[in-house]
Nanobody, 124 residues
Framework: QVQLVESGGGSVQAGGSLRVSCVAS????????LSWFRQAPGKQREFVAG????????AYDDSVKGRFIISIDNAKNTVYLRMNSLKPEDTAVYYC?????????????????WGQGTRVTVSS
């Protein structure tokens, strides 16, 4: 029933901005936590940012604090990740993940549902 579909990836110059989106179907945001992960070739999947409606909390990896912003549009069933001041090391496939509950674990195994990913490439 739950389906996550990412979009908005692409190729940008270093220092630029990009917003990726995740449309969530079959999810009640008030009882669901959603996060963004990313995975570069040859590297493990890593936590980027997360958001939960209950408690109204967000979490960010230290590497993106001050640059990335996660948000939810409940009316559109969409979670966004706004990425500013992009760096080449941000290049990866970005995945949307969801879990029941309001906690925001940083390990991929803590999430029940995953999207197919959207690719972000940052060039010099």
């Amino acid at each position: 029933q739950v389906q996550l579909v990412e979009s908005g990836g692409g190729s940008v110059q270093a220092g630029g901005s990009l917003r990726v989106s995740c449309v969530a179907s079959g999810v009640t945001f008030s009882t669901t936590a959603l996060s963004w992960f990313r995975q570069a070739p040859g590297k493990q999947r890593e936590f980027v940012a997360g958001i939960s409606w209950n408690e109204g909390n967000t979490a960010y990896d230290d590497s993106v604090k001050g640059r990335f912003i996660i948000s939810i549009d409940n009316a559109k069933n969409t979670v966004y990740l706004r990425m500013n001041s992009l760096k080449p090391e941000d290049t990866a496939v970005y995945y949307c993940a969801a879990r029941s509950g309001v906690a925001l674990p940083s390990l991929p195994g803590g999430y029940d549902y995953w999207g197919q990913g959207t690719r972000v490439t940052v060039s010099s």
